[in-house]
């Protein structure tokens, strides 16, 4: 089966990648050639610019592909493009949508397929909303063989972020600084380690049964409080985290931006149910723990952190919000 890869490297894709290399899938991948990590042997690399539009088209001249994997794709006209490259030249193309265009805020505790996608609280996620439907109804009148995947939080080397990326709370835990939770760090929420991704992922390529539908891929019916997951940030570190609680109503007071992220994501709590891929790819178990996994991401860290510039005007406002809060008693 050949099966390309847009992006190929990143957070997600690289572990899958590893999975369907082992699997014997002929793999080549479209991207800068900025590669951090060496891809498994036997894997192709073309070299292009996905905004270059002319390097992109370059893909024309490829053999068809039995599945295009699109994990680059952020805005409608990437996917007009890519029906006008692949329309008609492939078996299945997988669009890699997200899990934070399901209903903000949600209505149910665990969330399905079925659970509406309507989130009004970020641009991001109505984007991704938008494409899908625009994919579906192209499947719909035989232009392009769609699947749909929709990932939640899935990490490999960075820590979670947030309000802040995974870097600036690493350098904050380990230089002694506040770090801001929201809410009081009780909220519920669902990691997925990338190679537990991975699995069930590449078992969707090439499978007929996937086809025209969409799945979500994350960890089953289980997740972990804000609070242990800083805390085993810190324990990953060799350090302490000295938590903030502060109610996400102030954190978007004191920056607007942080809606989209916050409100339109990480603020509500939910449980994911991944029946539906069950019954597609076969059972699967989510085996990189909370521990593991953040053990991974520090030593992925350790290798990058010289190159860490903080920026002080963001850390000037963490330490303002932490300093004021606990002003407050919180």
């Given at each position: 089966m050949k099966v390309l890869y847009i992006g190929g490297t990143g957070e997600i894709s690289y572990s899958c990648i590893l999975a369907g290399a082992r699997l014997g899938h002929e793999i080549a991948?479209?991207?800068?050639?900025?590669?951090?990590?060496?891809?498994?042997?036997?894997?192709?690399?073309?070299?292009?610019?996905?905004?270059?539009?002319?390097?992109?088209?370059?893909?024309?001249?490829?053999?068809?592909?039995?599945?295009?994997?699109?994990?680059?794709a952020y805005a409608d006209e990437t996917i007009r493009r890519d029906l006008e490259v692949f329309g008609g030249r492939c078996g299945q193309y997988v669009f890699i949508s997200s899990a934070s265009a399901y209903q903000k805020p949600p209505k149910r505790l665990v969330v399905t397929e079925d659970t509406p996608l309507e989130n009004p609280y970020w641009d991001y996620s109505r984007a991704k909303a938008r494409m899908e439907a625009t994919l579906l109804?192209?499947?719909?009148?035989?232009?392009?063989?769609?699947?749909?995947?929709?990932?939640?939080?899935?990490?490999?080397?960075?820590?979670?972020?947030?309000?802040?990326?995974?870097?600036?709370?690493?350098?904050?835990?380990?230089?002694?600084?506040?770090?801001?939770?929201?809410?009081?760090?009780?909220?519920?929420?669902?990691?997925?380690?990338?190679?537990?991704?991975?699995?069930?992922?590449?078992?969707?390529?090439?499978n007929s049964r996937a086809l025209g539908e969409a799945f979500h891929i994350t960890r089953h019916m289980e997740s972990y409080t804000w609070n242990e997951i800083y805390r085993q940030i810190a324990v990953a570190l060799d350090a302490e985290a000295r938590i903030v609680h502060v109610?996400?109503?102030?954190?978007?007071?004191?920056?607007?931006?942080?809606?989209?992220?916050?409100?339109?994501d990480k603020h509500w709590p939910v449980l994911f149910d991944n029946r539906k891929v069950m019954s597609v790819a076969g059972r699967f178990e989510c085996k990189v723990s909370l521990v593991d996994g953040m053990a991974g991401a520090a030593e992925h860290y350790r290798r990058r952190a010289k190159e860490y510039v903080p920026d002080p005007r963001r850390h000037a406002l963490f330490d303002r919000i932490a300093d004021e809060q606990q002003a407050l008693g919180g």
């Open positions: 991948v479209f991207n800068r050639g900025r590669c951090e990590e060496p891809l498994p042997p036997g894997v192709r690399q073309i070299v292009g610019d996905m905004n270059d539009d002319a390097s992109y088209r370059r893909l024309l001249g490829e053999e068809r592909f039995d599945v295009v994997c699109q994990f680059r109804s192209w499947h719909a009148e035989g232009r392009l063989p769609v699947t749909i995947v929709r990932p939640s939080h899935t990490h490999r080397r960075r820590f979670p972020g947030g309000i802040g990326n995974g870097d600036d709370w690493a350098w904050r835990i380990l230089h002694g600084k506040a770090v801001l939770v929201y809410g009081d760090g009780t909220s519920l929420w669902t990691l997925t380690h990338s190679d537990d991704f991975a699995e069930p992922f590449v078992r969707l390529l090439g109610p996400t109503d102030t954190l978007l007071r004191y920056n607007p931006e942080w809606t989209g992220p916050l409100l339109g």
